[in-house]
Structures are given as C-alpha cells and as structure tokens.
C-alpha cells in the first residue's frame, strides 16, 4: 500500500542543537501510527515540519504522492491535513461553536462578495458548516456547550474542543500532538472513542502521545525517537520488546503511565 504522508532524510538543527537527525515515517492510508519518546526526543519538532510550521534544513515529504515540504500550512490543511497542538491554541472570546467553525475555513467555497452579499449559497454552506461542527462537538460530547465562551471551558474540554476543531476540516489526515495530556481518566476515554471513530471513517491518526498504555491499545504502527533520532519503528508488540527502547523510555514511561 502507498503511504499517504512519507517524510525521508528530515533534518533540523536549531543553533548547535540538531532537533531531527535524519528522520523518516511513512503513514498508510486509514491507519493510527504513533509517535513516542522522552521529553525533548523531537515529537512536536517533527509535527511542526510535517505540517509546515517549520521548514526542514534537509529531507524530502510527500502527501498522496505530492511534495510538499515547500508548502505553507494553509494549503497542506487544503490537501487534507488537520492538527492539534501541545499548547492550546484556542480563541476564548469566542464559543465553542465559532472556535469549531474556524476549522471549516479551508473548505469554503464562497467567496467574499458572495459573503457580502449573503447570498442563498453562502446561506446553505454556512447551514451545513454549523451542522458539521456540532457534530464535531457531539462526537466529543461537547454539544451542549456550542454556546458557552471557549475561554471558559475545563482545560480537559477546551482540548476536546480543539480535536473537534481539527476534526472539522475534514482531514485525510489528523496529527494530535498530546492530545490526553492533563486530562482526566474519562476525558481520555472520550479522545479515544473519538480517534478509533474517526479512524473507523477512513481517517489516518498520526499521534503523539506520553500515554504509553493508550498508544500500544490504539496503534497499528509506532516511531520511538530519541534525541531526534529513529531509534525504533514497528508494531506495538514488536517496539515494546526492543530492547533500545526499553532502554531510553519504554520502561520508565510504562512504571509511570
């Protein structure tokens, strides 16, 4: 099967500090493929080139076939890429439905004089949005609070309302970057119904994630980094028994997990 995303040879160096060292990942078509590693191993680094916010110093990365480690972030979302990040990145003055919509940006189709003008078709697509994003948010269970400020949200919901964002964009693709981090136990159930359901769609999850136990139940395939270099790759079963990993993370993280 053709990889839907394949990054080769990526390299980046932040002064002296090289953050990817030759790095490479290949992510099929409808599959969970996870990303693991100590603090500071390079996981977000890699989500950043993957997605545009950094540019490599070296390397090649490929999407349904096209190159496109040249391109900006907004035109890899078009292509079907979607991501959350580490940091919240939400608007608080905003609801939770207006913070959903912005997800449905990439793909509206009318254009700004249409938008003044408010014509019927600018009526029906905004209809549809709305009804997309709401069930972005029952997918959550975050429905019942469409109308509540973002800024007033849990920190456990505001992420939650942040995956449903990405989720709104229709991606092909879906990068989550921690996206259990500081949430409690039945939040994460609700992440992970949500990425098993997506998936279930014919979504590809790349995901980060500390949660060890999380990441060997949802993964068909799993990158073990370690500063900024592949150490691992493999099947859960086959990267739990490898002894490398062991060594730099597996067998802390699982005592911690």
Do not use: C, W
């Not at 608080?92 to 793909?107: I, Q």
């Amino acid at each position: 099967m053709n990889a839907l995303l394949h990054a080769q040879g990526i390299n980046l160096a932040f002064g002296g500090l090289q953050a990817l060292d030759d790095v490479a990942l290949s992510v099929l078509p409808g599959e969970i493929h996870s990303v693991i590693g100590p603090n500071g191993a390079g996981k977000s680094t890699l989500f950043n080139v993957l997605t545009g916010v950094a540019r490599p110093d070296a390397g090649a990365i490929t999407f349904d076939g096209e190159r496109i480690e040249r391109l900006p972030p907004h035109l890899r979302v078009l292509r079907g890429m979607a991501r959350t990040f580490q940091n919240l990145q939400i608007f608080p003055e905003l609801s939770v439905l207006e913070n959903v919509l912005v997800g449905r940006h990439a793909r509206t189709r009318s254009g700004f004089l249409q938008g003044i003008l408010g014509t019927a078709a600018v009526r029906r697509e905004r209809e549809s949005d709305i009804d997309i994003a709401h069930a972005r948010l029952a997918e959550l269970g975050l429905d019942k609070r469409a109308a509540q400020l973002a800024g007033s949200l849990s920190y456990g919901d505001a992420k939650l309302m942040e995956i449903a964002r990405a989720m709104a964009s229709e991606p092909r693709l879906l990068l989550l970057d921690e996206p259990m981090a500081g949430l409690p136990a039945e939040a994460v159930a609700r992440v992970v119904e949500a990425t098993r359901a997506l998936n279930r769609q014919g979504v590809a999850v790349l995901l980060v994630e500390h949660n060890v136990r999380v990441v060997m139940e949802l993964s068909h395939r799993i990158l073990v980094l370690n500063n900024g270099r592949r150490i691992s790759a493999g099947t859960p079963a086959e990267v739990r028994q490898d002894p490398a990993v062991i060594e730099a993370y597996l067998g802390v993280a699982t005592d911690a997990a």
